[in-house]
């Protein structure tokens, strides 16, 4: 096989997994929109500290148990809670 052809495959593969990774992230927030929905009609908080320093513990775990580094892992999950909660805000009007 040719090294560009090689090449291809290795891309064509990155970007199924990017355009999953993207569809996965869309199904995530039409969740945690309801999420923010229902935390705005029971006065409940945008943001819940406890969750989500467990929800990190977890990943970080489970990205050692995938050979990923927990470190990026962490960023990625804390620059998504990040959006959530931002989200949430909105929802709540703040």
């Known amino acids: 096989m040719a090294q560009d052809d090689l ?3 290795y891309r064509d593969s990155i970007d199924n997994i990017d ?9 995530r ?3 945690t929109q309801a ?9 409940l908080p945008p943001a819940d500290p ?7 513990a ?6 050692k148990d995938a ?6 892992t962490e960023k990625f999950l804390r620059f998504v809670i ?13």
Request: overall charge positive; glycine content about 6%.
């Open 35 to 43: 999420v923010g929905e229902y935390k705005a009609s029971s006065k």
């Open 58 to 63: 977890r990943l970080r775990q489970l990205a």
């Open 67 to 72: 050979k990923l580094d927990p470190d990026f």
């Open 7 to 9: 090449l291809t495959r």
């Open 29 to 31: 927030f039409k969740i």
């Open 82 to 94: 990040d959006e959530v909660i931002r989200h949430h805000q909105q929802i709540r009007g703040g």
């Open 19 to 27: 355009a999953a990774l993207v569809f996965m992230l869309a199904e």
């Open 50 to 56: 406890s969750r989500e320093e467990k929800q990190i």
